[in-house]
């Protein structure tokens, strides 16, 4: 054999070891990390999924893209990571309505959050607001309650969805002060703030986040916050209870995959979030959507989930809702 040849041997040899060696730190293609947020895109709740979208990925060194999947009141979305393979690649960010509330209310729901998906990481808190026209002839929750009573067909409020907690909350408040509120359900939290701002519809309950900016733009009134103490972003809007209307609650947005994913893969990813809430960048971030950064092991999660599902069922089915 001639050295020449040698060489040329040698030289493949050492490729294919090189490339041998460097096979298992080559991880193989599966495409990017998707990631669903189940209501429209455009509000707070889609913007909080591209943050921590973009943090797993330069955490974990990944490629993601997030989907806006409507409909249902984050039933359709949900039920799209439920039929994602159980690779841990497919995560849903969701709030609290389709994991908490959808059980209680829907017989038919074609899934069981606590048994087909699982936890992954608490991600952020959130409170909830009513939210007015600013040309609607009441300036506090008192005079606005004094004017539907004058004509309550004027008692009509929008939300992000059907049978979700800003819903649910706003029933909770008609019951309250002896008013049948009309429910107008919209396909996410823009749509209805689009026609609050336009006039279509005259109160919207949704979340805190998504009618700060407006607020503060003078576009929208904001009345009452549902949280037991006062918005630190609307620190001049009351609390329902202290407005006169004895009502409180609050809710959350969570990470979610497929139950029957990787465990390392689901440790991995509830740990990239921890991190990212503690970030203070991310922080800045988050607060300016009137969120409250979180973040929480899987278990951690599992056990708000399942608290916080017992603390709604009993008001929820007070309040007589019956899906069509």
Known sequence: MTPWINRLNRRALLGAAAATLAAPAVRAQTGPMRFVFPFAAGGAGDALT???ADEI???LNETTFVEARPGAGGQIGTQAVINAPADGRTFLLTPVAPI??????????????FTDLAP??????????????????AKTLAELITWLKQDPRRATYGSPGVGNLPHFFGALMGA???????HAPYRGSAPALTD????????????TSD???????GRIRVLAVSGRERSPFLPDVPTFTEAGVPIAGGA??????RAGAPAEGIGKVSQAVMAAMRNDSVKERILRLSMVPKGSTPAELAAIQKADHEAWTPAVRASGFKPS
Not at 100 to 113: E, G, R
Not at 176 to 182: D, L
Not at 211 to 217: G, N, P, Q, Y
Request: hydrophobic share 50%.
């Open 176 to 182: 309250t002060i002896g008013v049948p509120m009309q």
């Open 50 to 52: 591209r943050i921590v």
């Open 120 to 137: 992954i990481s608490l991600v952020t808190t959130f409170d909830f607001a009513l939210a007015i026209h600013p040309d609607t002839p």
């Open 100 to 113: 908490i509330i959808h059980p209680i209310v829907f017989p038919q729901l074609p899934y069981n959050p």
């Open 211 to 217: 009618v700060t900016e407006l607020a503060k733009a």
């Open 57 to 59: 990925a330069k955490a």
């Open 196 to 207: 609050l701002v336009g006039g279509q519809v005259p109160m919207v309950m949704t979340t």
């Open 252 to 257: 959350w947005y969570a990470l979610y995959t």
